[in-house]
């Protein structure tokens, strides 16, 4: 869901970041990335040393919590009961932070 929805963003003309869970070396840019990212309207942040190449499931969950403590409004388009994601709605929750569970 997430792809479609940048897939989908990619295409207008706001500004979009993008926070990996993993460092930036040796990312293959996608093809779809580069115009946005030449018209300074695309911005690649991560917050891992350049030693974390592959995903994991830690730092995905210290991505999304970077996430969350930056935005203005954390949506969550689906919350399953006990999830990795029910964690986050609930830290985001006890920080007292605007958060909306869609489904």
Same mark, same amino acid.
């Given at each position: 869901? #997430?792809? #479609?929805?940048l897939?989908?963003?990619?295409?207008? @003309?706001?500004p979009i970041i993008v926070c990996l869970a993993r460092g930036l070396d040796?990312?293959?840019? /996608?093809? #779809?990335w580069k115009k /946005?990212? @030449?018209g300074k309207r695309l911005l690649i942040l991560?917050?891992? /040393?350049?030693?974390?190449r592959r995903v994991t499931k830690d730092l995905a969950t210290d991505r999304n919590r970077l996430v969350a403590a930056l935005a203005d409004d954390v949506v969550f388009a689906h919350v399953a009961r +006990? +999830?990795?994601? !029910? #964690?986050?709605?609930q830290l @985001?929750? !006890?920080w007292q932070a605007p958060h909306r569970v869609l489904g």
């Open positions: 869901m #997430e792809k #479609e929805c897939r989908i963003l990619l295409r207008g @003309v706001q040796g990312m293959r840019l /996608p093809a #779809e /946005p990212l @030449v991560s917050q891992f /040393p350049a030693a974390a +006990g +999830g990795h994601l !029910d #964690e986050l709605r @985001v929750a !006890d």
